[in-house]
């Protein structure tokens, strides 16, 4: 263990551990129905989900992992009101319940409650001052009461906890452009989009950042790119057609005067400030970073990663985890990452004489604040229709060209569960076979920013972008998925047709 530090063993992990060690329905009941839930929250199922806990709740009304994943299930669908009340009764069974009290701040935050909001963030970091996600959820409520100075401070200190930590690089990005210190923002936002190459507002705040430079030719490529990304994105259009007008009504152009003059220094300081002064004043919440919690493995480090995927459900000492890593992890450096898993509520510990056990939470943690919308309201997932027939039976429409139809059926899978990577993925397809070019590689976009890595989705945008004979961009896809799969044949077919047709 590191010198100096505690692990807290909170009433939610002994509710974990209890579980797991009682026999009969508690442990096959409980931990596995809560294992369940989060498993239909992680693949966008929230109805699924909030039977699961639901559940859990009839079986044990006082376990707080449940209230508290409930909560965060209810605050994603945009039921702020019965989300707070789960949280609270989450902190009720268990007041040091870190993630239970920050996600009481959040909700707070969302209902525009924002002094008492403050308070539960405190709250929790008086608790662990290691808590990230509350750490930049605070800098983002300090930015909305305009204490700009103090929002840094806590992104800063969300970065100092992980340094890859990437909505506190995104947000402290785009408090740097309000303070005009573009170079700073610039660096931070190379980090981001590094990462996350199809994340639109990542872009589009980068415009802005060389807009406060005024290098507006870079603006406009990264306005355009964010545009590309995604075609409904209002705020870089506005921003676009505002440089264009302004760059075109210079003095000298030749559009407007017929010939070349000087544009004296003077008038182009003024046009400068124009566009500055119109595009940069706005503090848009689009500009912050989304979907956070859906990629927990950014909150980790390398160590961290090795050491929750050796854990289990069941209790395992050091040196069992020890023997389960190998050679891959150091002893120190294991059980340093098993603390951060601790402290992250993905792992709970427990004395057993001389050791000390560690075994999977089933804490989903807490909400960033940035990445919660209000959605309109979703269809019962008892629609009367099965997801994956539905699903099933619009692959062989596609596969009969039979788009219509297909889409039709796509639409249903959807109203069942809006959030299906693979469903997205043929409602992609289909329509770009329907001639719907923009909507196609948007619905596409909309997955990877997500998940990056999700190699079904790279292939429908490298194939509909080489059937669209933009060769360079599926070319670009096809490496990204011989990046992740170097052994993929039908990848290599296509990168070669696409570099053909390029020549």
Not at 272 to 279: D, L, M, P, R
Not at 463 to 488: H, M, V
């Amino acid at each position: 263990m590191v010198p100096g530090t505690r692990i807290v063993c909170t009433k939610a992990m002994i509710a974990y551990a209890a579980a797991v060690a009682l026999p009969g329905v508690r442990k096959s009941g409980v931990a596995k129905l809560i294992s369940q839930g989060n498993e239909h929250y992680r693949k966008g199922r929230l109805g699924e989900a909030i039977k699961a806990y639901n559940q859990v709740l009839q079986i044990d009304p006082e376990n707080p992992v449940a209230w508290n994943n409930k909560g965060l299930i209810l605050a994603v669908a945009g039921n702020f009101n019965e989300a707070l009340k789960c949280h609270m009764k989450a902190v009720e069974l268990d007041p040091e319940h870190v993630d239970a009290i920050s996600n009481v701040g959040m909700t707070y935050s969302k209902l525009e409650k924002l002094d008492e909001a403050l308070e539960w963030y405190d709250r929790a970091l008086e608790l662990d001052r290691n808590h990230e996600t509350t750490w930049n959820n605070r800098g983002n409520l300090l930015s909305k009461l305009e204490r700009y100075d103090e929002a840094i401070i806590c992104y800063d200190r969300a970065l100092e906890i992980n340094p890859n930590y990437m909505a506190a690089m995104n947000n402290k990005a785009v408090e740097l452009i309000h303070m005009k210190k573009f170079d700073g923002a610039l660096s931070l936002l190379n980090n981001v989009l590094k990462s996350r190459p199809l994340f639109a507002e990542g872009w589009y705040v980068k415009g802005k950042a060389y807009i406060g430079m005024g290098d507006f030719e870079k603006a406009i490529v990264c306005l355009e790119r964010a545009r590309r990304l995604n075609p409904d994105f209002a705020q870089a259009k506005r921003a676009l057609d505002v440089l264009k007008k302004k760059l075109v009504e210079q003095p000298g152009d030749t559009a407007k005067a017929g010939k070349k003059t000087q544009i004296t220094e003077r008038e182009k300081e003024r046009t400068e400030k124009s566009i500055q002064n119109e595009i940069l004043k706005p503090r848009a919440e689009s500009e912050r970073m989304g979907d956070e919690f859906e990629r927990p493995e950014e909150h980790l480090t390398k160590e961290e990663k090795l050491a929750l995927d050796a854990l289990t459900d069941e209790p395992m000492t050091v040196p069992a985890l020890k023997a389960s890593v190998g050679n891959k992890l150091a002893k120190p450096a294991l059980e340093r990452a098993l603390e951060g898993l601790v402290r992250r509520g993905l792992a709970a510990s427990s004395d057993e004489g001389k050791n000390v056990a560690y075994m999977k939470t089933n804490a989903l943690g807490s909400i960033e604040e940035e990445m919660v919308e209000r959605k309109e309201e979703q269809e019962s997932e008892d629609s009367g229709n099965d997801l994956h027939a539905l699903v099933s039976r619009s692959r062989k429409l596609i596969n009969g060209e039979r788009y219509k139809e297909a889409e039709r059926d796509l639409k249903k899978a959807l109203k069942i569960n809006p959030y299906d990577d693979m469903t997205l993925c043929l409602m992609a397809q289909v329509q770009y076979e329907m001639g719907d070019r923009d909507r196609a590689i948007n619905t596409i976009s909309k997955i990877l920013g997500k998940k990056p890595d999700f190699i079904p989705a790279w292939f429908t945008l490298a194939n509909a972008t080489l059937k669209g004979k933009e060769y360079s961009d599926s070319a670009e896809c096809f490496r990204k998925i011989l990046e992740l799969q170097p052994e993929n044949a039908e990848a290599r077919k296509g990168l070669n047709e696409a570099e053909k047709a390029m020549k």
